[in-house]
């Protein structure tokens, strides 16, 4: 069900992009150059959805990266409380192991393993 609703509200995004794409197919002078009085002489020739189409990809691009980076302190939190929750786990094994070696003598005692 949630994959069938995933692809319901996707449906209408991708039909704009597509007709986004279909509608501005003429080619487009993209210049490179500010300064340039005149034609540009660094420069591309592309159509324009592809301008468009590269600007949200870097967008999203430089979304990502700067999310990921935002989560460092989360990253690094996390790994701080894994590294506790393993030593507290050999701490509790620890400590049942010589509580079972008081009970019963007749096992060998952990500091003899």
């Given at each position: 069900?949630?994959?069938?609703?995933?692809?319901?509200?996707?449906?209408?995004?991708?039909?704009?992009?597509?007709?986004?794409?279909?509608?501005n197919?003429?080619?487009?002078?993209l210049a490179?150059?500010?300064?340039?009085?005149?034609?540009?002489?660094i420069?591309l020739?592309?159509?324009?959805?592809?301008i468009?189409?590269?600007?949200?990809a870097?967008?999203?691009?430089?979304?990502?990266?700067?999310?990921?980076?935002?989560?460092?302190?989360?990253?690094r939190?996390?790994r701080?409380?894994?590294?506790?929750?393993?030593?507290?786990?050999?701490?509790a094994?620890?400590?049942?192991?010589s509580v079972?070696?008081?009970?019963?003598?007749?096992?060998?005692?952990?500091?003899t393993?």
């Open positions: 069900m949630l994959g069938f609703l995933k692809i319901l509200l996707a449906l209408p995004f991708v039909v704009a992009v597509v007709l986004l794409a279909v509608a197919r003429a080619p487009v002078m490179l150059d500010p300064f340039a009085k005149g034609a540009p002489e420069g020739t592309v159509p324009l959805y592809a468009v189409f590269g600007a949200v870097f967008g999203v691009l430089l979304g990502g990266v700067a999310t990921w980076l935002g989560a460092g302190a989360k990253r939190s996390g701080t409380s894994r590294r506790e929750v393993e030593r507290l786990k050999d701490e094994d620890r400590l049942r192991r079972a070696a008081a009970r019963n003598p007749a096992l060998p005692s952990p500091s393993r």
